[in-house]
């Protein structure tokens, strides 16, 4: 392949990621709610909420009288990773603390998740069975005797009923370790009167937006049936004017998931680097079918956030109770430790598709996997482990493609020395475009030249490039770690303002090492067009990743840099002879 084809498909490659990067999902300020009536009916839930200021749901009118959020009393909880604080409203958290995890560079404070929620986070609701509505369960919960550090019994009343809510840690087995982020918990609703307790829905929380997903790809709510994944993000809670009209819609009040005749697996709220799953462990006893009302969440300074509300239909027992089980996950999106849990919760990663339908899922997770080995063996270096980790997965994915870069690069020396005779043929053939590739196909085939040797190694990085483009926006474990000048190798490594202008220094150093190697890139054509696609090259990569994470930037440039090292290192072929066609002799 001749280097004008190379930098074509190379121009090809960049549009597609321009198109993936432009693509996503960018809501506008929400502005005021949209009011019912302007919602399509197909679209209401048919628990449609009844909203009420600063509560998603209203108080059930058949619960105790619910006691004002500042009267509400508290009980904590905790383990190494995660201090859990319970509120006697509802008998449900109130918010989390990650206790290893700072909110920022600065050090200053944790993640908390559930902040500025006025829902708490597992916070119970019915459905008013006259109104078709979701109703709030606010009454007052008082804590159980017997109550400890790691566990914790609140028993409340709902219509007459006992409930009884136990939060506990689960004590790790023989030679186990507990997952640290991972609260057990069991909602038992007991009756008193003759017919069974009503099934109840459970919150999921609420996160905070991060500063590096600006367009909110990844807040957003999740549900898993075991085959197909449901995303719900706050695009359905925005305005839209759609593509010149088309698509426009109206913000929705609520957005309903159902899962008929297969429940759900678990339901999760998550942002960029973090996620809440609600995963109900019992599998008998998540019933036929799952519903699930998706919430906007208004927020601190015009941000917004995003909960759910979801039902299991749980199968009464002999006494007519039913009972909701399950473990509540809320920590980091580390692969390797959501990839440790049941049901596929490994999908809260949101490995983005390409257009929208090519994923890169296993190779992300192959990535991530070699990563965080590679981390491992690197830990003994410091603060830059992942720095280096970074640098030395470059360096493997580079010895892995050596072999066809440098086939790519003989091969395109080759080309190099039969320019002249191609030109020619194409200059005596231009009006016969059948006899021409005819002509450049003899010439191909006596000289042993594969004009498509070149497009293997293409086709290899590409993929590998979308990956960890994919893999690096939601990989917790760079987040907060520095390496040389990068405070943030999960954010853009930007050293000053010019204004309100970011100066990112690794996306220029990006450009200059592509402009190098492909200036080095052997050259078997005098086509001017590809000076225009040179300089576009070299001029949009850097753009498109300028917003980009640090981490991505970081491997483009040490891979820029490995492929100068590579060409300066390939020797020149030995002198190839020229063997140009032979005339055919005229008989006359």
């Known amino acids: 392949m001749d280097r004008k084809n190379f930098f074509l498909g190379m121009a090809c490659i960049v549009g597609a990621f321009a198109l993936f990067f432009l693509t996503k999902p960018e809501p506008k300020p929400a502005g005021a709610t949209a009011p019912a009536a302007q919602v399509a009916p197909a679209q209401v839930a048919p628990a449609a909420l009844n909203p009420k200021p600063n509560t998603s749901l209203a108080p059930t009118a058949q619960a105790a009288k619910p006691v004002a959020r500042a009267d509400a009393k508290f009980f904590v909880i905790e383990n190494e990773h995660i201090k859990v604080t319970l509120t006697s409203r509802g008998g449900a958290i109130s918010k989390i603390e990650l206790k290893k995890e700072f909110a920022d560079v600065s050090k200053a404070g944790i993640v908390t998740f559930n902040a500025g929620n006025d829902e708490s986070a597992l916070a119970l609701a ?150 809440a799953i609600l995963h109900p462990v019992d599998a008998a006893a998540r019933g036929p079918r799952t519903e699930v009302v998706v919430l906007p969440v208004p927020l601190e300074a015009g941000k917004r956030g995003l909960h759910a509300f979801a039902s299991w239909e749980t199968v009464p027992a002999a006494d007519l109770s039913r009972t909701l089980e399950g473990d509540f996950f809320v920590g980091p999106k580390e692969y390797a430790r959501v990839a440790a849990l049941p049901d596929g919760q490994v999908a809260v990663l949101q490995f983005s598709k390409l257009l929208g339908f090519i994923s890169f899922g296993a190779i992300c997770k192959l990535l991530l996997a070699v990563l965080g080995g590679v981390h491992w063996l690197l830990e003994w270096s410091g603060v830059w482990s992942w720095g280096w980790a970074i640098v030395l997965l470059t360096c493997l994915i580079k010895l892995v493609t050596w072999p066809l870069t440098s086939i790519q690069m003989k091969a395109a020396k080759k080309m190099q020395k039969f320019a002249k005779p191609m030109q020619d043929i194409r200059e005596k053939h231009k009006d016969n475009p059948e006899k021409m590739q005819k002509e450049l196909m003899k010439l191909y085939t006596e000289n042993k030249i594969n004009p498509f040797a070149g497009c293997l190694p293409i086709l290899i990085q590409m993929p590998i490039f979308f990956g960890l483009y994919t893999a690096f926006q939601t ?68 753009v498109i990743c300028y917003p980009m994470p640090a981490a991505l930037t970081l491997y483009m440039t040490i891979q820029n840099l490995l492929t100068i090292l590579q060409t300066w290192l390939t020797k020149e072929d030995p002198e190839v002879v020229v063997i140009e066609p032979t005339p055919k002799k005229v008989k006359g």
């Open 126 to 275: 019915v459905k008013n069975q006259a109104t078709g509505k979701l109703e709030a369960v606010l009454s007052e919960f008082a804590a159980q005797s017997g109550a400890s550090a790691h566990s914790i019994t609140l028993v409340g009343s709902l219509d007459g009923a006992r409930v009884e809510r136990t939060f506990s840690f689960v004590a790790p087995k023989a030679g186990e370790t507990t997952e640290g982020y991972s609260l057990r918990f069991a909602t038992k609703v007991i009756p008193a009167s003759g017919k069974p307790a009503p099934s109840v829905w459970v919150s999921t929380g609420c996160w905070q937006p991060t500063v590096g997903d600006s367009a909110n790809q990844f807040l957003s709510v999740l549900a898993y049936d075991g085959e197909d994944l449901t995303r719900v993000g706050l695009d359905k809670f925005t305005d839209s004017n759609g593509f010149f009209g088309l698509g426009a819609r109206k913000a929705q009040v609520e957005h309903p998931v159902a899962s008929v005749a297969k429940p759900l697996l678990w339901v999760a709220s998550g942002n960029q680097f973090f996620a």
């Open 475 to 542: 990989t917790v474990e760079l987040r907060l770690h520095s390496f040389l000048w990068i405070a943030d190798l999960s954010a853009p490594d930007t050293i000053f303002h010019l204004g309100s202008f970011p100066v990112n220094l690794l996306p220029i150093l990006m450009g200059l090492s592509m402009w190098q190697s492909m200036r080095m890139t052997p050259n078997p054509s005098t086509d001017s067009s590809q000076k225009t696609i040179f300089l576009m090259m070299t001029l949009l990569f850097p």
